[in-house]
């Protein structure tokens, strides 16, 4: 018999807490990505300096095993999906169909808008060049995260894409098969077999392979990871572009007196599974509901494969319940939660999603779970945490693409506008501005 939990309550009830109060009064967790900086610094320091020789000394301090090469043979992906188990060949093959039918639509087109006759203005959509999609290795294995990052990559445009991983003591130093596997079905033909901030290092300088071919740095790089992995990404933001800081996984779930409470345990403990820092918060306008979901989490608990990491997550200062009145209110609250996934197990719920103003990916009544979402709902998983919701996206299309504006007016045109762009130029004390356009028309005269 295991020892049982209870989840911390924050009881909002008779209290309109305004939107700072909530961002203070609600569970929340995170990481402090500056207290590892003074870590990190060196090894990026060392492989900007040093390169593959680097990071094969950090690979083996770190993973315990140094990889005969950086670059993944061709053979070993080859290996891998001949190797892979067919049922999970089948999910990840029904995984991707889903995935590319979804981005498919978001792909961009080419907008000009005729500003004046003789005057255009082209909004341009250009893929970034070369992108590295990282994919963490830890206390699980992610061929789903392979999925979500290529795939908006590849639909994108992106000409040259590298999966970077971590090596594995136990398969030779090369990351973990599946994750070669999945790699091999995208099409993907580069693979590194390098983790944690020495890869995001790595993607961000170059090198030399230890077979003497040359590892091309990357303009992008997108994935999540460790505290260790973002605080890498801070430190390389600017010479790469990148897609977020990521913290720890969460979910909230909005939820009445009509939810399962059954349902709405298993998704808890379902997003505390990740890590032991993983958020799992439920709000909710029945006390009920409540009492009945904590009974259920503990008794779903006495199954659970990974009982301690799930009881310490949600035993946590991150996860919990919260009390409200009534379901506007707790819209209210998930809003100023911003969850990076969100559930809504109401009444009428897809009324209620619809007027959710902030959260990652929302999923919408009893039969639509996040794990759907984690693997084959068609969606990306890849999304924001930590409250970023409120003002970002998640992984999509969109993140791996460029909008240039193409500006081509014609001498008429110029001529028409010019004496206002000498009006703006002398009232912002910029006349050289005004002068450029002038220039034209004199050299004319």
């Known amino acids: 018999m295991t020892s049982r939990i209870e989840l911390a309550r924050v009881d909002l009830r008779g209290r309109t807490p305004t939107a700072a109060e909530l961002r203070t009064a609600l ?73 590319r039918k979804v981005h498919a639509d978001q792909r961009r087109t080419d907008t000009t808008t005729e500003v004046v006759p003789g005057g255009t203005v082209t909004e341009r959509w250009v893929p970034v060049e070369r992108v590295g999609l990282y ?26 894409l590298v999966v970077s991983s971590p090596p594995q003591a136990q398969f030779g130093g090369l990351p973990h098969p599946t994750i070669l596997a999945a790699a091999k079905l995208l099409g993907v033909e580069e693979v590194w077999a390098v983790g944690g901030a ?11 392979d230890t077979t003497g071919s040359a590892l091309e740095p990357v303009d992008m790089i997108t994935g999540p990871g460790n505290i260790f992995v973002t605080a890498a990404k801070r430190l390389c933001r600017g ?40 958020a799992s918060v439920l709000v909710t306008d029945s006390a009920a509901l409540a009492d009945a979901v904590e009974t259920a989490v503990n008794a779903q608990l006495e199954v ?82 930590a409250g970023c919701a409120r003002h970002s996206s998640g992984l999509s299309v969109q993140t791996f693409l460029r909008g240039i504006h193409v500006v081509e007016y014609t001498e008429a045109a110029l001529k028409d506008v010019a004496g206002h762009v000498v009006a703006l130029s002398k009232a912002e004390d910029l006349p050289a501005h005004g002068q450029a356009v002038q220039a034209r028309f004199e050299a004319l005269s």
Not at 51 to 62: H, L, P, T, Y
Not at 135 to 160: E, I, K, L, R, T
Not at 352 to 360: F, M, T
């Open 304 to 385: 659970v494969k990974h009982h301690h990491r799930v009881a310490e997550a949600l035993s946590g200062k991150q996860s919990g319940i919260v009390l409200v009145d009534t379901i506007d209110q707790g819209l209210r609250v998930v809003d100023a939660y911003a969850a990076e996934h969100l559930e809504i197990q109401t009444a009428d719920a897809s009324a209620v999603a619809a007027r959710v103003r902030s959260a990652g990916a929302i999923f919408v009544g009893a039969w639509s779970p996040v794990s759907l979402g984690d693997y084959c709902a068609g969606s990306n998983h890849v999304l924001p945490t």
């Open 198 to 208: 020495q890869a995001v290092a790595l993607l961000t300088y170059g090198g030399t």
């Open 135 to 160: 994919v963490p290795g830890g206390n699980a294995v992610y061929p789903s995260s392979v999925v979500m990052n290529v795939v908006p990559a590849q639909a994108a445009g992106v000409g040259s």
């Open 27 to 99: 569970p929340r967790g995170g990481v402090d990505v500056d207290s590892v900086l003074h870590h990190v610094r060196p090894v990026v320091e060392a492989i900007r300096d040093r390169g593959v020789e680097a990071a094969q000394e950090f690979s083996e301090k770190f993973d315990g095993v140094v990889p005969a090469s950086i670059r993944v043979p061709a053979q070993e992906l080859d290996r891998a999906l001949d190797e892979l188990d067919p049922a999970v060949r089948t999910a990840l093959e029904i995984a991707i169909e889903r995935t």
């Open 239 to 278: 010479l790469v572009g990148i897609d977020a800081e990521a913290g720890p996984t969460e979910i909230a779930i909005l939820a009445d007196a009509t939810a399962d409470p059954i349902h709405v345990a298993a998704d808890l403990i379902s997003q505390a599974e990740h890590d032991v820092l993983a």
